[in-house]
């Protein structure tokens, strides 16, 4: 939000179809109890009988056709995201994020890069 701020105008949608990428709140949260026990998150989601990944873009590009953005700079690092948004019409430009890297999130960050495609400009 602080980078959108500094830009002066943004779009921050937030859609609750997509918690747990798209497996639900309660699954999220079940996900997170298989993480503890030693899964990754993909392989959480796996293990509850959900994809990987379930999220479409169908929305996000509805509201912001609505708001009459055709193109995007995007804050992700995740491929599908882009590409969603790019099947959908909606030009996307890509800023990478970064963060920091700790003890408590470097298993899942690089669980996201090496199981789900993320690009890895988080990991340093």
Do not use: C, F
């Amino acid at each position: 939000m602080e980078r959108i701020a500094a830009e002066g105008a943004g779009v921050i949608s937030y859609n609750p179809a997509h918690e747990g990428r798209g497996i639900g709140l309660n699954d999220k949260l079940a996900a997170y109890a298989l993480q503890e026990g030693g899964l990754d998150t993909v392989d959480a989601n796996l293990a509850l009988g959900q994809q990987a990944d379930a999220r479409n873009y169908t929305v996000e590009a509805a509201i912001l056709r609505d708001l009459g953005v055709e193109s995007i700079r995007l804050l992700t690092n995740n491929p599908d995201k882009v590409d969603g948004l790019l099947a959908l019409g909606i030009a996307v430009l890509r800023v990478p994020l970064s963060g920091r890297v700790n003890r408590h999130n470097r298993a899942y960050l690089e669980a996201k890069i090496m199981r789900l495609g993320h690009w890895p400009d988080v990991i340093s």
